[in-house]
């Protein structure tokens, strides 16, 4: 996804093409009007994300009804932030010069000469006018994004008891940096002057990566025969990064829990998972949004892998499944996917298998903690591995 930048710069003092008075007479008072800055957006979309190979949970209407489509928006707005630093390269930010909204594909305003950072981020459409993401901008240096918790819920993995804050999945947007944009007096610097506007023009390439990564998640389920009647909406993935940057692109080394609504399908028949003599599985499924791993650097079409290659590869993302069974009982299990996360760090599909027959299923109802959409019955951590591709 590439957003050509074209910059066209008018000055008013100009004669034959050329810039006057001469820039080369110190004695002399130099008075230039500032340029006229045009900035236009193509957007151009180049994410590959092929996940439809092993996504055998399909995703159908009521699923987009409840959760959205699966794939990546395209944005419709944008705020663009100008950082004025001057007469030198790489100085820290001071208030934005400018700081507005765009609800097109192009923009106009006056540039000093010099020194400049543009940032731009897409704003967040939705339906309701509601948005998890709150954009922190407190530090003119680095925008940070963040979402509210949900609550404080109890679960028990290996370590005992622990209480933990669930936070809401971030909604999808995109951002760019542009450093050192150097707006002179000399016409060389520009590709073109344009005869018909009177006008020079420059051209900038600028990138606008997602800041928000989707994981389709599923659990196959052998043998079930009924006895799992559906899934709670109080599943969750820990491990996730709290925050990302806006103006970088990285993620917070702090990590919570992401809540995610998930969805049991019966009798599906996906060849790629079935085992000998069955001929039709029921399939959970969901999708997660999330800032990403710890300590992450940002997606990049120039990358080669989608491994992670952040700072804290010791961090475990275990997966919690809360499932209710048709004794009217509910349990929540574990499984650690690290290492599925980790070889699709930004983004993928998680697949978890479970054979229905090996589980503990609890016998009588345990009345849930107040507040707590997990029973105090839990399976251990399992892990489970499968590669995948992005």
């Avoid at 193509?42 to 949970?57: F, H, K, L, P």
């Avoid at 731009?120 to 922190?136: A, E």
């Avoid at 917070?252 to 060849?271: A, G, I, W």
Wanted: glycine share 4%; charged share 20%.
């Amino acid at each position: 996804m590439k957003y050509i930048l074209c910059l066209a710069f008018a000055a008013i003092t100009m004669i034959s093409c050329r810039i006057e008075p001469p820039l080369n007479l110190p004695t002399e008072d130099v008075v230039i009007e500032n340029p006229i800055v045009i900035q236009e957006l193509e957007v151009i979309w180049n994410i590959d994300v092929s996940w439809r190979a092993n996504w055998v949970y399909d995703w159908d209407q009521e699923d987009s009804l409840n959760w959205g489509p699966i794939g990546y928006p395209e944005p419709t707005r944008y705020d663009v932030m100008r950082y004025f630093l001057g007469a030198e390269m790489n100085v820290p930010h001071t208030r934005p010069e400018d700081d507005f909204i765009i609800n097109t594909n192009w923009f106009q305003r006056r540039f000093n000469f010099g020194y400049y950072d543009i940032l731009v981020y897409s704003l967040i459409d939705s339906p309701d006018q509601i948005q998890s993401v709150v954009i922190d901008k407190s530090n003119y240096d680095e925008v940070v994004a963040y979402t509210h918790t949900r609550g404080v819920r109890m679960y028990r993995p290996k370590a005992g008891p622990v209480t933990v804050q669930i936070y809401n999945q971030p909604e999808i947007f995109y951002s760019a940096l542009e450093k050192n944009v150097h707006i002179t007096h000399d016409p060389a610097d520009y590709d073109y002057y344009d005869e018909e506007n009177h006008v020079w023009v420059k051209k900038l390439e600028a990138v606008l990566n997602p800041l928000v990564y989707i994981y389709l998640v599923q659990v196959i389920l052998h043998n079930n025969q009924g006895r799992i009647s559906t899934v709670s909406s109080a599943c969750a993935i820990d491990g996730l990064a709290d925050k990302t940057s806006v103006t970088y692109g990285n993620t917070s080394e702090n990590d919570v829990s992401v809540q995610f609504d998930m969805r049991l399908k019966k009798d599906l028949n996906p060849k790629k998972f079935a085992k000998p003599g069955e001929t039709a599985v029921d399939v959970i499924g969901g999708k997660l949004t999330t800032f990403g791993l710890c300590g992450m650097p940002p997606w990049a079409i120039t990358r080669a892998s989608s491994r992670y290659e952040g700072t804290r590869a010791n961090v475990n993302n275990n997966f919690a499944l809360n499932l209710r069974f048709k004794n009217e009982c509910d349990s929540t299990y574990y499984y650690d996917v690290t290492k599925q996360m980790q070889e699709q760090s930004h983004g993928g599909v998680i697949t978890i298998e479970i054979d229905v027959d090996t589980l503990k299923i609890p016998v009588s109802p345990t009345p849930p903690t107040s507040g707590s959409g997990f029973d105090p019955y839990v399976e251990d951590y399992k892990e489970e591995v499968h590669s995948f591709d992005m």
